[in-house]
């Protein structure tokens, strides 16, 4: 099946400082990438859609200044959490979808724990 | 968002079938019904989706109801490696997923 891999696994940061977490497909390319978040016990909450050379659109109440995203090539996707504070501290997870899904099949990373101090 | 209703929690024995339910009322024609399963502090695992016709694969099957309104997921033998949040979602637009809060499955040996 495919690969989605993240890094880093775990990270964690002082308040105020940004953190880049990236997100990889291994063996295919993927037109679109979406972040969630999860907090404990939650469930998962669709951030954002990235489409490969486009800006990302983001969910409501999502804030994009905060939480930018690049999708620079077909492989790779980064979300960079800029000055982070300790309420940013959460689960972070990224799929993607393949050039050659006829159907909306998502493949899920690993996920990446941010902790903020 | 569409929204899928699963109870939150269900437990089975080792090597019993389980079947998960999940309502999907406002689901429209073309909406493919997926099913993700997650372990603590791991991202989503694919296992199965359907759109009118019952499905199987290696996981599981999927059974999906003559109006689409609701769809059952069964595992035909449970192991304790399937103790997990199952999570039946409902596709929306622009090919999101919005999860549910999802149904803990507990198996016992």
């Known amino acids: 099946g495919a690969v989605v891999s993240q890094h880093p696994s775990r990270v964690i940061c002082k308040s105020g400082t940004s953190v880049k977490i990236e997100c990889r497909s291994l063996d295919f390319q993927a037109t679109t990438m979406f972040w969630y978040r999860q907090f404990p016990k939650q469930s998962l909450m669709l951030m954002a859609t990235s489409n490969e050379g486009s800006k990302a659109t983001y969910e409501q109440g999502v804030e994009k200044d905060k939480f930018l995203i690049n999708h620079a090539s077909l492989t790779l996707s980064t979300l960079t959490v800029t000055s982070a504070h300790p309420e940013d501290s959460s689960f972070y997870i990224c799929?993607?979808?393949?050039?050659?899904?006829?159907?909306?099949?998502?493949?899920f990373g690993p996920g990446t724990r941010l902790t903020v101090l | 968002d569409a929204k899928t209703t699963q109870p939150n929690s269900m437990e089975s024995n080792e090597e019993e079938p389980v079947h998960l339910p999940c309502n999907h009322s406002?689901?429209?024609?073309?909406?493919?019904i997926h099913w993700y399963r997650q372990l603590p502090s791991q991202g989503p695992e694919y296992v199965i989706h359907g759109l009118t016709s019952n499905v199987n694969n290696r996981m599981a099957s999927l059974a999906i109801a003559e109006d689409r309104k609701s769809s059952t997921l069964i595992l035909h033998r449970a192991t304790l490696r399937d103790a997990a949040v199952y999570y039946c979602?409902?596709?929306?637009?622009?090919?999101?997923?919005?999860f549910g809060e999802g149904t803990q499955l507990t198996v016992n040996p």
């Open positions: 799929s993607a979808r393949s050039v050659h899904s006829s159907y909306n099949e998502q493949f």
């Open positions: 406002t689901i429209s024609g073309t909406d493919y």
């Open positions: 979602i409902q596709e929306t637009s622009g090919s999101r997923l919005t």
